[in-house]
């Protein structure tokens, strides 16, 4: 079955401190894997897209890390701020030649709250 | 870069009145949008994808006759909750694909918060 866990469901850090939010997927035929942000009450917006053969990606303060053996990635976050508080989902595209959506699965998201 | 838009963010209607949801891609052309249906605390769910000239297709247990969807041009695409009821009270988001850039990327709208009293 195509599914993308997040983990910790939520988590709360003090502001200036990094953290790494997990997600596992056991989506087949793996095509990229997505990591958005989502405000509460806004749209998501993305972070980084990483491919097969991409390990590690960088966004400013967020680094997202890919391990394809073990369909497993991470999305590190340096120096938190107060605006980073949002949730944080996961998305796992499946390669799909229907020209649709091509099989977005996403995670539930992980609720990061950054505190002063 | 690309940018959707939604319109409106936020309504709150009474049982029974029929709502519509408009969502844009300002500058660049979206053959194909996808509507979401998001629960406090849940993740997104896919209810339909919006193509246009064409009918929409959706997903499993999602009602046709109650989510009406077209995609009357290459820019827009409209959701409309017919005959809304309480249970009907979500957040909707939108979303397309900008396929003139890297890796296919996927842009959302903003949302639309529905409260149906």
């Known amino acids: 079955k195509n599914q993308v866990e997040q983990s910790p469901q939520s988590l709360i850090i003090l502001e200036g401190k990094n953290c790494t939010l997990q997600c596992n997927y056991t989506v087949s035929p793996f095509s990229n894997l997505r990591w958005y942000k989502q405000d509460t009450g806004r749209g998501p917006v993305s972070l980084t897209i990483m491919t097969f053969s991409e390990n590690t990606k960088s966004n400013g303060r967020y680094t997202a890390t890919l391990d394809a053996d073990t369909k497993q990635s991470s999305l590190h976050i340096t120096a938190s701020q107060l605006s980073d508080s949002a949730s944080y989902i996961c998305v796992v595209r499946r390669v799909y030649y229907g020209g649709s959506q091509g099989n977005l699965i996403f995670g539930k998201g992980t609720k990061l709250s950054v505190k002063p | 870069g690309a940018v959707v838009s939604q319109h409106p963010s936020r309504v709150i209607c009474k049982s029974g009145t029929s709502v519509k949801i408009e969502c844009r891609s300002l500058d660049f052309q979206a053959t194909t949008m996808f509507w979401y249906r998001q629960f406090p605390k849940q993740s997104l769910m896919l209810m339909a994808t919006?193509?246009?000239?064409?009918?929409?297709?959706?997903e499993q247990g999602v009602e046709k006759d109650k989510f009406l969807i077209n995609h009357a041009s290459l820019t827009l695409s409209t959701l409309t909750v017919t005959s809304a009821h309480p249970e009907d009270s979500s957040f909707y988001i939108c979303s397309a694909w900008d396929r003139g850039q890297d890796n296919e990327k996927l842009f959302f709208g903003s949302g639309t918060q529905l409260s149906v009293l």
């Open positions: 919006s193509n246009e000239g064409s009918k929409a297709t959706y």
